[in-house]
Each structure stands twice: as structure tokens, then as C-alpha cells.
């Protein structure tokens, strides 16, 4: 193929050039050897005749001379010349800048539309949703996302988050069949096992704005904690007090863990149990109470909301979550149930976490609850 032969002092000023006059050929590398270098270019042989290479070597020797007079008190005088020559270069390996892109001659353009194109990547591991008509082609998904992702293990989803562990059946479908990971965020870093607990790597930017929020001295409560993203990331660099509360046998294990995976500035205290069991004996009966409470179970919160200001202080804050259309409904469920316990709400802020289903959102409340 056709490559222009410069100097190895001229070849990073001549590739400038040549990218903004549209002719250098990025489909191959520049190769550099015995002092010289070789950019590809695009054009064929019978453009030759036309091409401006000595305005282009008289372009090139006045940037040079501009660029060695800012850096050297001498006065620049060496002129290079360039040449056009064939050159064997060796080809760019180009990665698909998609899924799709990997899929193209794979599935049909109706399928691939058909396709789920988001995922979520929680370390080594990838979760696909691969729609029922698509799932014959499961394994070509697979390997198709194992390429383009370059992650170890490939899952696809096969049912949704269900029971009162939160988990979700998940199918291998592609690269190591083991869904262990450890995953990082913000500077902190979480072991689980996406067969056995539950975890959203799209919660991110919210675990973070509500870890923002924190007050050193805290003292505050996760009723439904997991593997400890939230109470982590908190305590990574506050100083606060976190009981962490869960029902999950496995995931309270891999908080504990994750625990000793991360130097914490605060304190958490692992729970394992229901929430409404554990806040007898752990909390009420011990007269305590939290600055901060952290309700992230969208789908059946709305029944602890009344736990949750029982044990909440006087000026405290709820995060609490729910799925709905609207920010209406949880407000005015908050207000209620603040009210039937002789409190009162006031909404602090109020956002869309992340899309659940068409029409539907994961939302946040922020409310401060204190004493009428």
C-alpha cells in the first residue's frame, strides 16, 4: 500500500497534516524502522501525478521550525524530505463500537432492533436481557458480548428480581460459567455473587449523592442493606455509626467481607434479619434512634414506612424508594404516615433513580421528618 516515508522528527507533525487535509489512512498502522517513519495515506496509484507532496514537505518543515523555535534557544535549520513509497503495514484491529456492531451479519437487522442493547456490566460478569423471540440465539448473543465487552463470564436474565431475598435466575450463556465478581465504584470495592444477592451497578450516582449528604457523627440505619453498597460508601469516608440490615444469609456474609475489602473511616454493624423483627431488639428496645434512614426497596417499601418514622430523630432524614409514575404518591404516602405517628414531612428533593419499566421509574424521596 501507498505510505509517505518521513523522518522520525517530522512524523508526528506530518500525521497532523495529513489528518486535517483527509488523507491519512487510519485502517493501518504508522509503522517506525530505521530511523524513518511511514504513515498510510489514501489514494491510488493514478492520483500520484496530482498529489502536492512538496507542499506538503514545505508545510511540514515550517511547523517543525515553529515547533523547535518555542523549545530551543538555537535556530532551527535542518530540512527533511518526504517520499512516497509502497509499504507493507500491518492492519488496525478495530474494535465493534457496540453490540450491535458485533451482531451485524449475525442476526437480521429486525432482530437486532428486537435486541435489548443495554446491559450491565458488574465486574467480570455481564447481565444481558435478551428478548423470548431472540433467546435461540442466546449463545451467539453471548459470545457477541464476550468480544465486544471483553469480560470474563456472559449471564442472561431469566426471571426477575423475586422473594423476599431480592435475587434473580440468571442463565451462562457465554465465556467462564462463574458469577463470583468483585466489583468497584467511587473508590470502594464489593464481592458478591450475582446468583445468590442482589445488586444494581445503575444505583451508582445515587449511592453517591446520598453519601454526599452524610454528616459526620451519624448515626444511621440501612433497613434493606445487601451486600453494604450504601452503608460502604458511606463510612469510606465519613465518620458515622451504620447498622446494616438484611434478610439475606449470603448477602450479609459478602458485607462482612466487603467490610474488610475497604479501609472505613465509620462503622458498620452487619444485621441479619427481617427488619421488622430486628428493630425490637435492637433498636426500640434500646431507645434507639437515627439522623439517617436508608429505604431502598422500591417495590414494597411503602410497608415500613411507618417503622421507619418510629425510629427516625426529630429532624432526621428519610431516603425512601418506590416505583411509580410520579413523585405525587410517595410524597403524599409519607406525608400520611408521618402524620398518623403526630409527625410531619418536608420533601428535601426528589429524582428519578433509573427507568424500570415503560412509563414506570425507580424514584427517591428525600424527606425530613420531624416532631409536629
Known sequence: MLAIKVPLIGINELKKILMEKGILNKDYKILSEN?????????????????????????????????????????????????????????????PKSLVDELKGKLNIHEIEDLKKSFDIIGDVVILEIPENLEKYK?????????????????????????????????????????????KEHGIRLKLDLEDVYFSPRLATERLRVAKEVSEDETILDMFAGIGPFPIL?????????????????AIEYM???????????EIIPILGDINEVSYEKFQKKRIKFDRIIMNLPGTSFKFLGLAISLIKSGGVIH???????????????????????????????????????GMWHIVIDAKITKK
Open 35 to 95: 530511523r524513518h517513519g511511514y504513515i498510510p495515506i489514501i489514494m491510488g496509484k493514478e492520483e500520484l501525478a496530482k498529489f502536492p507532496l512538496k507542499s506538503i514537505e514545505n508545510e511540514l518543515n515550517e511547523k517543525l521550525r515553529k515547533v523547535k523555535g518555542r523549545n530551543d534557544t538555537k535556530t532551527y535549520t535542518t530540512k527533511i524530505t518526504i517520499e512516497i513509497i509502497e509499504k507493507d503495514l500491518e492492519k488496525l484491529k478495530k474494535n
Open 139 to 183: 449463545n451467539t448473543i453471548g459470545e457477541a458480548a464476550l468480544n465486544f465487552t471483553k469480560r470474563k463470564a456472559i449471564f442472561m436474565k431469566k426471571s426477575a428480581i423475586k422473594g423476599v431475598m431480592r435475587v434473580r435466575e440468571i442463565e451462562h450463556i457465554a465465556g467462564e460459567n462463574n458469577s463470583q465478581t468483585l466489583y
Open 234 to 250: 458511606i463510612a469510606k469516608n465519613t465518620k458515622v455509626k451504620i447498622f446494616a440490615v438484611d434478610i439475606n444469609t449470603t
Open 256 to 266: 462482612k467481607e466487603n467490610i474488610t475489602l475497604n479501609r472505613l473511616k465509620g
Open 320 to 358: 425512601y424508594y418506590e416505583f411509580s409514575d410520579s413523585y405525587s404518591q410517595a410524597s403524599q404516602r409519607i406525608e400520611k404516615i408521618a402524620n398518623d405517628y403526630g409527625m410531619k414531612s418536608k420533601v428535601l428533593a426528589s429524582r428519578k433513580v433509573k427507568s424500570s419499566s415503560p
